[in-house]
């Protein structure tokens, strides 16, 4: 793609669009915002949107009928129970219930209704803690490359290897020093506030809870609301209504992003749980088989009790139950080497490629023993999209979530390689997708790209003041070119060289080789030194010295409260602009996808009994709270 060419932009038609849509509780949320795109010019690409008018159901005059909107509907069924007394309280409680059965039921025959009618493809790619400055740190550090000299052997030897630079070749060659754009960039469309029910610091269940529900909930929160009531998420959404589902994702696939789409659970921490969401279990309405293509770390919450490399709390074998019930399991980089896409037709898939989560990409790509290695970011989102988009065929298309997890861990590490490095894998595999959408759409299928970040991580700075004197206005992205390792992996390769390493070991294999840093001063090494049984010591002590060096200031080893970089391209990619909420992004897919959140909802509610435990979860989840905290004098 060339960075002038501006990308395609697909609107609906307003007036029929909103008419048509699921719900009218989706409407009066979103009629205002919606209505502000109305002047806009309507452009109809050939070949799509004339098939599309065709599909679209006429007018409905029993859409004037209310529907209750998805609050009242949880405020219904949460509402204390009251025996009634006399005849003139029961009778209405009567007609009330036949009311709310009788809405409920035609709620329900909704998602089919519209159900054959419509075909799109949704992916929504996730930078977990990739706030606006990361994106700038990333651009600059690409930029940086492409103004030197040399640039061609600077990016072979830089943070990624060659076929990485190739993929982003578009973004840097011959753009000089400030012309370069990243694929994000060019695809920039406004703004998403990230706080949650609780904070206005969100974490990433309560924000992926936003994008997966469209409501706010409580910092732990997955796919439930703050009175404890499971949501439907659009994922579960989209396949009730017969479009096929994915998830990638380069955490535990059992970790709070991915989580929030096809679990229900007061506290993010019950991972044991979260897995037997995710393969389902026979007979109940909460836990089903929703997800057809999985791709991701965290195999051990899989595994059972008592067996190697589990950490289940209980015996309960997942990978099993997953195969009884069909599933294709693809375990680890050699099985997916013997996979084929076009071989999985008919079976869900589940790829599991570390115990816990998966490696950033620099060290990834730096890994030589063959049964540690794994596919990368964009392999996966490759075999995902190959996967949904053939079984879609026939069907009414997909909902697909691919999220650069661990963009989020390195910032909470402060460590700007590991950051640096998984940004560019998902800038990578950003210009994958975009090169796919454009293909689709230009095949005459819908489909609709939209990136985001569940909230921003670290509260980076491009600019640090190292001393007392007035600083110099600047930041040194070059003193991040020669880095091979994030500083988790550098940490840890120290603690496992206990006692051996020498303090000359870590001025060479750390300093030097990991970070290439060759100045290191006496005190670093110290600071690194103090820490060789500690892992996470020496990991930050290591971090802190590289971000000294380009000048990159952290407020935090958390996350932070500022809005966060909204971007989308394809498929009506006007339809979601300006400075949103996050509930506003998963609103837009439910809407563009035509899903009726509100009825798996209720069908969730149903299941209810036979897990939930109000007990469950930690302290903050059971004291939590819809209104924001105060300052109590901490300091
Ligand atoms: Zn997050």
Same mark, same amino acid.
């Given at each position: 793609? #060339?960075? =002038?060419?501006?990308?395609?932009? !697909?609107?609906?038609?307003?007036?029929?669009?909103?008419?048509?849509?699921?719900?009218?509780?989706?409407?009066?949320?979103?009629?205002? @915002?919606?209505?502000?795109? %109305?002047?806009?010019?309507?452009?109809?690409?050939?070949?799509?949107?004339?098939?599309?008018?065709? *599909?679209?159901?006429?007018?409905? #005059?029993?859409?004037?009928?209310?529907?209750?909107?998805?609050?009242?509907?949880?405020?219904?069924?949460?509402?204390?129970?009251?025996?009634?007394?006399?005849?003139?309280?029961?009778?209405?409680?009567?007609?009330?219930?036949?009311?709310?059965?009788?809405?409920?039921?035609?709620?329900?025959?909704?998602?089919?209704? !519209?159900?054959?009618?419509?075909?799109?493809?949704?992916?929504?790619?996730?930078?977990?803690?990739?706030?606006?400055?990361? +994106?700038?740190? %990333?651009?600059?550090?690409?930029?940086?490359?492409? =103004?030197?000299?040399?640039?061609?052997?600077?990016?072979?030897?830089?943070?990624?290897?060659?076929?990485?630079?190739?993929?982003?070749? &578009?973004?840097?060659?011959?753009?000089?020093?400030?012309?370069?754009?990243?694929?994000?960039? +060019?695809?920039?469309?406004?703004?998403?506030?990230?706080?949650?029910?609780?904070?206005?610091?969100?974490?990433?269940?309560?924000?992926?809870?936003?994008?997966?529900?469209?409501?706010?909930?409580?910092?732990?929160?997955?796919?439930?609301?703050?009175?404890?009531?499971?949501?439907?998420?659009?994922?579960?959404?989209?396949?009730?209504?017969?479009?096929?589902?994915?998830?990638?994702?380069?955490?535990?696939?059992? /970790?709070?992003?991915? *989580?929030?789409?096809?679990?229900?659970?007061? &506290?993010? &921490?019950?991972?044991? @749980?979260?897995?037997?969401?995710?393969?389902?279990? &026979?007979?109940?309405?909460?836990?089903?088989?929703?997800?057809?293509?999985?791709?991701?770390?965290?195999?051990?919450?899989?595994?059972?009790?008592?067996?190697?490399?589990?950490?289940?709390?209980?015996?309960?074998?997942?990978?099993?139950?997953?195969?009884?019930?069909?599933?294709?399991?693809?375990? $680890?980089?050699?099985?997916?080497? %013997?996979?084929?896409?076009?071989?999985?037709?008919?079976?869900?898939?589940?790829?599991? !490629?570390?115990?816990?989560?998966?490696?950033?990409?620099?060290?990834?790509?730096?890994?030589?023993?063959?049964?540690?290695?794994?596919?990368?970011?964009?392999?996966?989102?490759? /075999?995902?999209?190959?996967?949904?988009?053939?079984?879609?065929?026939?069907?009414?298309?997909?909902?697909?979530?691919?999220?650069?997890?661990?963009?989020?861990?390195?910032?909470?590490?402060?460590?700007?390689?590991?950051?640096? =490095?998984?940004?560019?894998?998902?800038?990578?595999?950003?210009?994958?997708?975009?090169?796919?959408?454009?293909?689709?759409?230009?095949?005459?299928?819908?489909?609709?790209?939209?990136?985001?970040?569940?909230?921003?991580?670290?509260?980076? *700075?491009?600019?640090?003041?190292?001393?007392?004197?007035?600083? +110099?206005?600047?930041?040194?992205?070059?003193?991040?070119?020669?880095?091979?390792?994030?500083?988790?992996?550098?940490?840890?390769?120290?603690?496992?060289?206990?006692?051996?390493?020498?303090?000359?070991?870590?001025?060479? @294999?750390?300093? @030097?080789?990991?970070?290439?840093?060759?100045?290191?001063?006496?005190?670093?090494?110290? *600071?690194?030194?103090?820490?060789?049984?500690?892992?996470?010591?020496?990991?930050? %002590?290591?971090?802190?010295?590289?971000?000294?060096?380009?000048?990159?200031?952290?407020?935090?080893?958390? /996350?932070?409260?500022?809005?966060?970089?909204?971007?989308?391209? $394809?498929?009506?990619?006007?339809?979601?602009?300006? #400075?949103?909420?996050?509930?506003?992004?998963?609103?837009?897919?439910?809407?563009?996808?035509?899903?009726?959140?509100?009825?798996?909802?209720?069908?969730?509610?149903?299941?209810?009994?036979?897990?939930?435990?109000?007990?469950?979860?930690?302290?903050?989840?059971?004291?939590?709270?819809?209104?924001?905290? /105060?300052?109590?004098?901490? !300091?």
């Amino acid at each position: 793609m #060339n960075g =002038s060419v501006s990308p395609k932009q !697909f609107v609906l038609d307003e007036e029929t669009h909103s008419s048509s849509s699921d719900t009218a509780s989706l409407i009066d949320r979103r009629g205002t @915002e919606h209505d502000a795109g %109305a002047d806009e010019p309507v452009r109809y690409p050939p070949g799509v949107l004339s098939e599309e008018e065709k *599909a679209l159901p006429r007018r409905q #005059n029993h859409l004037a009928v209310r529907i209750p909107t998805r609050q009242e509907v949880l405020d219904a069924r949460t509402r204390p129970k009251q025996r009634p007394r006399r005849l003139g309280i029961v009778v209405p409680g009567l007609l009330a219930l036949l009311g709310f059965a009788f809405l409920s039921t035609w709620v329900l025959s909704l998602g089919t209704q !519209f159900g054959d009618q419509h075909r799109i493809q949704v992916i929504l790619m996730i930078s977990d803690g990739m706030g606006p400055a990361s +994106e700038t740190m %990333a651009r600059s550090f690409v930029q940086y490359l492409a =103004s030197t000299n040399s640039s061609s052997s600077n990016f072979k030897r830089s943070l990624l290897n060659e076929s990485s630079w190739t993929d982003l070749e &578009d973004s840097y060659r011959g753009k000089g020093s400030m012309g370069g754009m990243l694929p994000l960039d +060019e695809i920039l469309v406004g703004s998403s506030r990230t706080r949650s029910s609780n904070s206005l610091i969100t974490d990433s269940a309560a924000g992926a809870t936003a994008f997966s529900c469209g409501v706010k909930t409580y910092n732990g929160a997955i796919g439930v609301t703050p009175s404890l009531q499971p949501c439907g998420t659009v994922l579960e959404a989209a396949k009730r209504q017969g479009y096929m589902t994915g998830l990638v994702a380069t955490s535990r696939i059992t /970790h709070a992003t991915p *989580a929030s789409f096809y679990a229900h659970v007061p &506290d993010r &921490d019950l991972e044991s @749980e979260i897995a037997e969401f995710l393969v389902g279990e &026979d007979g109940s309405a909460l836990k089903g088989l929703r997800v057809d293509f999985a791709f991701g770390g965290g195999k051990c919450f899989f595994l059972p009790n008592g067996t190697d490399g589990s950490c289940r709390t209980d015996g309960k074998d997942m990978l099993g139950a997953a195969k009884a019930k069909g599933v294709r399991v693809v375990d $680890g980089m050699t099985a997916l080497r %013997a996979y084929k896409d076009e071989d999985s037709v008919d079976e869900p898939v589940l790829g599991l !490629f570390a115990s816990d989560h998966m490696e950033y990409e620099a060290d990834r790509q730096r890994i030589t023993a063959l049964a540690d290695e794994q596919p990368s970011l964009k392999e996966m989102a490759t /075999h995902a999209l190959r996967y949904l988009s053939r079984k879609a065929k026939d069907n009414k298309g997909f909902f697909l979530m691919i999220e650069g997890s661990r963009i989020d861990m390195a910032a909470h590490n402060n460590d700007p390689v590991g950051h640096l =490095s998984d940004m560019l894998a998902y800038q990578q595999t950003v210009q994958y997708v975009k090169e796919w959408v454009d293909a689709q759409n230009e095949q005459g299928t819908p489909t609709m790209l939209i990136s985001v970040s569940d909230h921003e991580t670290g509260g980076l *700075a491009l600019g640090r003041q190292l001393g007392e004197a007035y600083p +110099e206005y600047l930041w040194y992205p070059d003193a991040l070119v020669n880095a091979t390792h994030s500083s988790s992996y550098l940490g840890s390769l120290f603690a496992s060289r206990y006692p051996a390493a020498t303090r000359d070991w870590v001025i060479s @294999e750390l300093f @030097e080789k990991g970070l290439g840093i060759v100045d290191a001063a006496e005190w670093e090494v110290d *600071a690194v030194w103090k820490m060789r049984q500690d892992a996470y010591g020496a990991n930050r %002590a290591l971090a802190d010295a590289i971000s000294r060096r380009a000048q990159l200031g952290w407020s935090t080893a958390g /996350h932070s409260g500022v809005d966060v970089n909204l971007y989308a391209y $394809g498929y009506n990619s006007t339809g979601l602009t300006g #400075n949103v909420e996050n509930t506003d992004i998963g609103l837009h897919i439910a809407e563009n996808m035509r899903l009726n959140l509100d009825v798996v909802t209720i069908e969730l509610g149903k299941g209810q009994s036979s897990w939930f435990d109000a007990k469950a979860g930690n302290e903050t989840t059971r004291t939590r709270t819809t209104g924001l905290g /105060h300052y109590h004098g901490d !300091f």
